[in-house]
C-alpha cells in the first residue's frame, strides 16, 4: 500500500477519491437494492410454481388412481422436444427466461391403452412444462443471490472502508498541513523578532 504523503497535492488526490466514491455509493446501494427487489418477486414466483407443482400432483392422486397399476406401461409418454430461453436484463444481471417449450407426444393406440391415458398424456405435459419453469426460476434465483452478494460487498467496500479511510486521510494530511503553517508563521515571527533586535 503507498505510503500517504503530506501536503497539498495528496489532500486534492484523496479529496478527488472521496467525491467519487460518494458519487459511487449511492448508484451501486440503488443496484443492490433492485437485485433484492427481484429476488423477493423470484422467491414469490418459485413459490407460485411449487404451489402448482403440488396442486397437479394432488390432481393426478386424486383423479388418476388406476397409475398405481403396473402392467400399464406410462413411460416416455411426453417428452421434451425443445426448449427457448431468453435473456432478462435487470441492472446489468443477465437472468434466463423460458419463453418457449415444445413437447413431443409418444404416439399409442387408443385400442391398446386405456381411455385414462389421454388424461395422464395431459396431466404429463402440464407438469413437465411446470418442471422446466421450476429449474429456470430456481437458476434466476442462484444468479440474483450471487449478485445481491457481490453487490453487497461492493456496498460495504464503499461505505465501511474507503469513505471513512479516505475521510481519515484528508483529516490526517489537513491537521499536518495546519501545524506546518503554524510553525511557519511562528518561525516567521521568532525571525523577525530577531532580525529587529540591534546588534551588540
Known amino acids: 500500500m503507498a505510503r500517504l504523503s503530506f501536503n497539498k497535492a495528496a489532500l486534492n488526490k484523496e479529496s478527488g477519491k472521496l467525491k467519487r466514491y460518494q458519487q459511487y455509493l449511492p448508484s451501486l446501494e440503488l443496484k443492490r437494492q433492485k437485485l433484492v427487489v427481484e429476488r423477493a418477486k423470484g422467491w414469490s414466483q418459485?413459490?407460485?410454481?411449487?404451489?402448482?407443482?403440488?396442486?397437479?400432483?394432488?390432481?393426478?392422486t386424486e383423479s388418476l388412481p388406476m397409475l398405481s397399476y403396473r402392467d400399464i406401461n406410462l413411460n416416455h409418454l411426453v417428452s421434451v422436444a425443445s426448449v427457448e430461453l431468453e435473456q432478462e436484463n435487470i441492472v446489468g444481471?443477465?437472468?434466463?427466461v423460458l419463453k418457449r417449450v415444445e413437447l413431443a407426444n409418444k404416439p399409442y393406440?387408443?385400442?391398446?391403452?386405456?381411455?385414462?391415458?389421454d388424461n395422464v398424456?395431459?396431466?404429463?405435459?402440464?407438469?413437465?412444462?411446470?418442471?422446466?419453469?421450476?429449474?429456470?426460476?430456481?437458476?434466476?434465483l442462484q444468479l440474483l443471490n450471487a449478485a445481491v452478494k457481490k453487490v453487497t460487498q461492493k456496498v460495504?467496500?464503499?461505505?465501511?472502508?474507503?469513505?471513512?479511510?479516505?475521510?481519515?486521510?484528508?483529516?490526517?494530511?489537513?491537521?499536518f498541513l495546519s501545524d506546518a503553517e503554524r510553525a511557519d508563521v511562528v518561525r516567521a515571527k521568532i525571525t523577525k523578532q530577531l532580525r529587529a533586535i540591534p546588534g551588540d
Open 46 to 60: 418459485l413459490d407460485k410454481t411449487q404451489q402448482r407443482i403440488k396442486q397437479c400432483q394432488q390432481l393426478v
Open 93 to 96: 444481471v443477465n437472468l434466463p
Open 109 to 117: 393406440s387408443p385400442y391398446l391403452k386405456p381411455h385414462w391415458v
Open 121 to 140: 398424456v395431459v396431466q404429463l405435459r402440464i407438469m413437465l412444462e411446470l418442471q422446466l419453469q421450476q429449474r429456470v426460476e430456481h437458476h434466476r
Open 156 to 175: 460495504n467496500l464503499f461505505d465501511k472502508v474507503l469513505i471513512p479511510k479516505t475521510q481519515q486521510n484528508i483529516r490526517k494530511i489537513r491537521i
